[in-house]
């Protein structure tokens, strides 16, 4: 083993430290943040209703909304497993018909300018409004809430899509040409890629509201228990604490569906961090020293 060797092997460990450290900071900064701002918020809370003597039924304290949230956990559980199973549903759907369609407009542009005014005024038309028509069509059964939730999350990814897919750059399609590049694999090699940041700026926006969606499709649409008639009839009886605990949970729900696509960008693009590929490190003895 040559001296160059041994000096290259002894270097590994502390470039590895502080690759370590560098990775601690990093989640520490990005999980420590979010968390402080929560406690601020809470505090902020604590202290708007302290100072100003806010009566318990107007707005009670954080301690007592997060106890009318756990104290009744048992009851609340299968009821916040309802809402996620229509978030999910409703969020996967609408991702899905949202790129398909995405897609297709972008490749016929004559049914793009057909479908686009026909999206723009399905949008126009309010969701509370759209939620008794669908009752009557669908029911009260999930269906109407999963549609009222594909219904809010399709928009936004339809045309973050169609605008990816239209910036992409031209001289890498020219180039994928002149070499002759089967139409797929310049699809799939280059125009998705090109098309990742946008479409995901879709699904954060997206999955921002599709609790929203849930929500308003259980209060339409629930013939029995659901989250929403939970915090109606919480409401109704002057339990403002755990109408503030329900709203908590329902932030909850949204927030975490946020972090998940936002972990799933963070996955799916790797080089919106890195320029470069990671560079895997080898023993010295490993190498020959010619």
Do not use: C
Request: aromatic share 8%; no cysteine; net charge positive.
């Amino acid at each position: 083993m040559s001296v160059a060797g041994v000096g290259g092997f002894g270097l590994g460990r502390p470039r590895a430290r502080r690759t370590a450290e560098r990775a601690s900071r990093k989640v520490a900064r990005n999980v420590g943040v979010p968390l402080l701002s929560i406690v601020l918020l809470l505090a902020v809370w604590q202290g708007i209703v302290v100072f100003f003597h806010v009566a318990p039924y107007i707005a009670p304290r954080p301690r007592a909304a997060i106890l009318a949230v756990t104290q009744n956990w048992s009851t609340l559980w299968p009821l916040v497993l309802g809402t996620i199973r229509e978030t999910v549903y409703g969020f996967v759907i609408g991702a899905a018909l949202g790129l398909s369609l995405g897609v297709i407009m972008a490749k016929v542009p004559v049914l793009q300018r057909l479908v686009y005014p026909v999206l723009v005024l399905s949008q126009a038309v309010p969701i509370i409004a759209l939620a008794a028509p669908l009752v009557l069509i669908l029911g009260f059964s999930v269906t109407p809430k999963v549609v009222i939730v594909a219904w809010i999350v399709f928009f936004p990814v339809t045309v973050n899509v169609l605008d990816g897919l239209s910036h992409v750059d031209q001289d890498l399609l020219n180039l994928a040409r002149v070499y002759g590049a089967p139409r797929w694999r310049t699809f799939l090699q280059i125009e998705i890629p090109a098309t990742a940041t946008p479409l995901f700026s879709g699904l954060k926006i997206g999955a921002t509201y599709a609790v929203t969606g849930a929500i308003i499709g259980e209060l339409a649409a629930s013939d029995g228990s659901s989250l929403a008639l939970y915090q109606e009839h919480a409401n109704s009886n002057l339990n403002t604490a755990a109408v503030y605990g329900t709203t908590m949970l329902m932030t909850a729900i949204g927030i975490s569906w946020f972090l998940l696509v936002v972990g799933a960008e963070v996955y799916a693009t790797p080089w919106q961090r890195r320029t470069v590929a990671r560079r895997t490190w080898r023993r010295a003895g490993g190498e020959s020293d010619g």
